[in-house]
């Protein structure tokens, strides 16, 4: 009996939100799930089109460079801004989902992200071009803000079914914006990139508007600075959030590792692979993306840790193929199946396991998490384009395997041992 109410009695936040929003939270996990199929696939298009935002700037820079005569050694700073304001805005902004109503939340980032492509899209200076860039990382967190909003429409029976398919919305999204940034340049030239993403969210909010159910919350004494401040106090007392998103880190390195240093071997020769030919791999990954929204239905039915422990495996293993790349693209095609598989099964899970924690903080859960999986996506990038310059793609791989190994070794460890 005690054992079951350390499980089940969580030691309230500081000042923790008191309201309707906890019992409606609770309660809608014992009622059918009142969100459908199509907006399940609503809300993981708008987190496609709004996380895709911060990447349509990297096969750009060149183009920014020539537009607004910016020194090609520093138009990287376009990238490192956007990436900033997205840290900031999952600490700053992700967890107001707990605090304000998710409905407005929602649809006013999502109007303001439109006002933010406009800007950059328009923008005739690189000042205008760099703050615009900032807001457009920033807002781009309503991602995070919508899998939360999606996990508590859902019922506790599906919970993991619909975060699954949200979040796959998120990786395609990320896979994809090379190949449509480069595709719309090639067509209308790099503003237009920005101002068809800025009339698609706005589409997507007038579609939001009328789908988006009204759940008015009466929200007593907390105040911003306690709400983000609770997020370390997540942490401390979730024994699974501080694992998860451990494991968050681990496995988007090893995503950030193949897709940051992709384009060096495969537009050199032997290769010389074009642009547009190397975005293609994007829709490589796309199917191993969609083949793990099946993972938040296997969380869901209690097989949580045993996806995780194959997902990590293969995780390994996919590093094995994409070594072969120098001698064929086909081993590249399978490694790239099996690595964005292997992720986006993790990622997945980890969040059909997190979520459930706390009802009434589901928002600051998700944004200490993402904040590991930002971390995870930066050291990334910088040390596997460290480790090709020196070591070669040989160098790639083997710091891609060795961080899929410690990933491995970190489950197999903690697997087993009971949460509080």
């Keep these: 009996m005690c054992k079951t109410q350390t499980n089940l009695v969580h030691r309230p936040l500081n000042n923790e939100i008191t309201d309707s929003s906890s019992s409606t939270a609770i309660s809608n996990t014992k009622k059918p799930s009142s969100i459908t199929r199509a907006v399940t696939l609503l809300f993981a298009a708008a987190c496609g089109i709004s996380v895709a935002n911060i990447y349509f700037a990297q096969p750009l820079l060149d183009q920014l460079s020539e537009a607004f005569g910016i020194n090609h050694s520093t138009i990287g700073i376009v ?134 159910p009204h759940a008015e919350r009466e929200v007593k004494s907390l105040s911003y600075i306690r709400l983000i401040r609770s997020v370390l106090d997540l942490f401390m007392q979730e024994r699974t959030l501080r694992i998860r998103s451990f494991l968050a880190m681990l496995i988007f390195a090893n995503f950030s590792i193949l897709w940051t240093s992709l384009v060096l071997p495969l537009s050199s020769p032997p290769f010389a692979l074009s642009h547009s030919a190397i975005g293609a791999f994007g829709l490589v990954g796309v199917a191993g993306a969609l083949a793990a929204a099946r993972a938040g239905k296997l969380a869901d039915q209690g097989y949580g840790q045993r996806t995780t422990g194959i997902s990590l495996a293969l995780l390994l293993l996919s590093w094995l193929f994409i070594r072969y790349l120098e001698h064929s693209l086909m081993a590249l095609v399978i490694g790239i199946i099996l690595l964005d598989l292997a992720v986006q099964a993790v990622h997945v899970t980890n969040q059909a396991m997190i979520l459930p924690l706390r009802a009434e903080a589901r928002s600051r859960l998700t944004a200490g998490y993402m904040v590991f999986y930002s971390i995870g996506g930066a050291s990334g990038s910088i040390a596997s384009t460290q480790m090709y310059a020196y070591f070669g793609w040989g160098g790639v791989c083997l710091l891609g395997a060795s961080i899929s190994a410690f990933a491995l070794l970190f489950w197999a460890m903690t697997s087993q041992v009971k949460t509080k």
């Excluded at 900032?134 to 967190?141: F, K, Q, R, S």
């Design 79 to 212: 990238i490192t801004i956007t990436q900033i304001f997205y840290g900031l805005g999952l600490l700053l902004l992700v967890p107001l989902g707990d605090l304000l109503n998710q409905r407005r939340l929602i649809i006013g980032q999502m109007l303001l992200s439109t006002m933010a492509l406009a800007i950059v899209g328009t923008a005739f200076s690189s000042i205008v071009l760099f703050a615009g860039m900032a807001l457009v990382g920033l807002l781009a967190v309503v991602t995070q803000t919508l899998v939360a909003f999606a996990a508590t429409m859902a019922s506790s029976a599906e919970r993991g079914k619909v975060v699954g398919i949200v979040t796959s919305g998120i990786v395609i999204g990320i896979l994809l914006a090379r190949t449509f940034a480069g595709i719309l340049t090639d067509l209308a030239g790099w503003r237009s990139v920005y101002l068809i993403s800025a009339v698609i969210m706005l589409l997507m909010v007038c579609m939001f508007a009328k789908v988006l």
